[in-house]
């Protein structure tokens, strides 16, 4: 029986030596300081550390959003400095989801239409598009509100919005910053449980940023972030891996990922029969409220790009 290929043995992701800084007035600020992060395939990666720190950064460095000051950053061994706009726009529809932390939805498209637009823009078919993007509204338990535009929404469905729209395409890597900011308890364990079920079922791989630290456990590696700097927690360098199904039946997330192709699923928990939809609770300050902000590059394409890149 022949090994795993070159491909799987290879990181998914890789940063080396990877600093940015950004220019205010006389000012820099330096928002990554030489940071070194190798993420294997079908792992599930958190970033913890204070706002301002660099998470954000980096994910957007990942997405090929924004470029480094120094050092590279490589997906599946090939330098994204080497990608042609339209190689960086393709990764993006294809191969990578983002749930941006400002949500990015589309003001005047309804949340189905939210989902089911990047699916076009990728050139899936008709019947396909409309299977998935009613199955990944009912994973995050929005079915009845897709007809919703985002300013009818909570914060908390936004979000979920975010999320369906950034597994509909089945990507090979998830970025999610703050995933779970806008969402209670119980909505935030499920969303951290679907991104657990994706990577033991499908191998994808996930990196997320979180300040919650009750949703630490269900990561397989924690990474925090200090000044721009990344450390691998002390205390996670020993961790086992993780066990999905005892850790899942823990968590009891409200809704699962099915494997690829294969029928969907009913939730594992009975929506409310008042409205189908866990209120989420009022949107909250986020933590760190005060401090400076990491630079926010939450847009769809860079200047001069074809649109639809999501």
Known sequence: MSGPSSSQQMPIVEARGVSRVFGIGADQVHALRNVDLKVSRGRFITLVGRSGSGKTTLLNLVAGLDAPTEGSVLFEGRDLATFGERDVNDLRRRRIGIV???????????????????????GVGSRERVRRAHEVLEIVGLERR???????????????????????????????????????????????????????????????TTHDQTLLDLADDIYRFRDGRLT???????????????????????ATRP????????????????????QDEPRREAPGAGRPAETDHSLFM???SQPGNE
């Open 232 to 254: 691998l927690s002390a205390a996670d360098s020993d961790r086992q891996p993780r066990g999905s199904a005892a850790k899942l039946e823990e968590t009891s997330p409200a």
């Open 302 to 304: 860079r200047p001069g």
């Open 259 to 278: 494997k690829r192709a294969a029928p969907v699923p009913e939730a594992s928990q009975p929506p409310d029969p008042a409205e189908n939809v866990v």
């Open 146 to 208: 897709a007809r919703h535009r985002p300013f009818e929404l909570s914060g908390g469905e936004q979000q979920r919005v975010s999320i369906a729209r950034a597994i509909a395409m089945q990507p090979d890597l998830l970025l999610a910053d703050e995933p779970t900011g806008e969402l209670d308890s119980g909505n935030a364990a499920s969303i951290f449980g679907l991104f657990r079920e994706m990577v033991d079922n499908e191998n994808m791989t996930v990196i997320a």
């Open 100 to 122: 941006f932390q400002s949500f990015a939805l589309l003001p005047l498209l309804s949340a189905y239409e939210n989902v089911e637009l990047p699916l076009r823009i990728s």
